[in-house]
């Protein structure tokens, strides 16, 4: 998986959806927060609008999240930026010392634009348009920010099609969890196989279904391995004990700070595709 240098070593901190634990997710203020506490790797969810922008945000409908309601795919960027994610955020974080009322959602360009090459951007391209990959490769393209681009999705057929288009650009396999079958490993072991197969660089299995066993299949052919749904401290460390390269977390905070109080002095990440 290659990554821009990390304080912290081998093991990639990923801040989901920018930190989401710390400010709206997929905001400025996310993404912000995130740099300032030394994580420059961030994960966001990339849409587009009804007017064929690249718009950041995770969930289907705007509905639960939002004072808007359908899908990003039915509104314009300008209904989209005044629309207000902050206020959920507010009332799903009571205790949170920062209040964020009338943040609204971004573009993607915006986050390249206010950031540039002082972050690495994990981008998970969410919805069925098949130019999705176009598009968000020309924008990293034209911002002068695609060396610091990686691409991920649940979905082969984006991460195909943006191997057709850059045969440099990261791509990560998001993997489903493997359930109601009668071996999970199997299953996991045969998509890793494919994503082989398909010129992928990385997957990425739900924290519960790491295991050393997985990860050395993965990393024996080449692929490197990382973590989604970390939902707790003691997930987080069977992760690194597992032997994977990062992780996506709402609060990267707590992995950082376990990262520097183990790790050798003077510990080093891995280079980007600069």
Request: with cysteine; aromatic share 6%.
């Amino acid at each position: 998986m290659k990554a821009c240098d990390s304080r912290t070593g081998p093991i990639h901190v990923i801040a989901h959806r920018g930190g989401a634990a710390h400010a709206p997710e997929n905001t400025l203020p996310a993404f912000r927060r995130s740099l300032e506490a030394g994580v420059p790797e961030v994960e966001t969810d990339v849409r587009l609008s009804q007017d064929g922008a690249l718009v950041l945000f995770h969930d289907d409908d705007l509905a639960a999240k939002t004072d808007h309601d359908g899908p990003v795919e039915a509104h314009t960027l300008a209904e989209l930026r005044s629309t207000d994610i902050g206020s959920w955020f507010d009332r799903d974080h009571e205790g949170h010392a920062e209040r964020f009322a009338g943040t609204g959602l971004l573009a993607l360009t915006d986050l390249f634009e206010t950031f540039e090459r002082r972050l690495y951007y994990h981008l998970e391209l969410k919805g069925a348009n098949p130019e999705l990959p176009d598009l968000v490769l020309a924008q990293a393209r034209s911002t002068g920010v695609l060396a610091r681009v990686a691409l991920s999705s649940f979905s082969e057929a984006p991460l195909r099609r943006a191997r057709q288009l850059d045969a440099a650009v990261p791509l990560t396999w998001l993997l489903r969890r493997a359930r109601n079958v009668a071996s999970p490993v199997r299953v996991q072991r045969a998509r890793i196989e494919a994503a082989v197969a398909a010129g992928f660089d990385a997957v990425s299995l739900a924290a519960d279904e790491v295991t050393p066993r997985l990860v050395a299949f993965a990393r024996s052919l080449g692929l490197s391995v990382r973590a989604w749904r970390v939902r707790s401290r003691e997930e987080m460390l069977r992760v690194i004990a597992a032997g994977a390269n990062g992780m996506t977390l709402d609060d990267p905070d707590v992995l950082v700070a376990h990262l520097l109080a183990t790790a050798p002095h003077g510990a080093a990440g891995s280079g980007t595709r600069e």
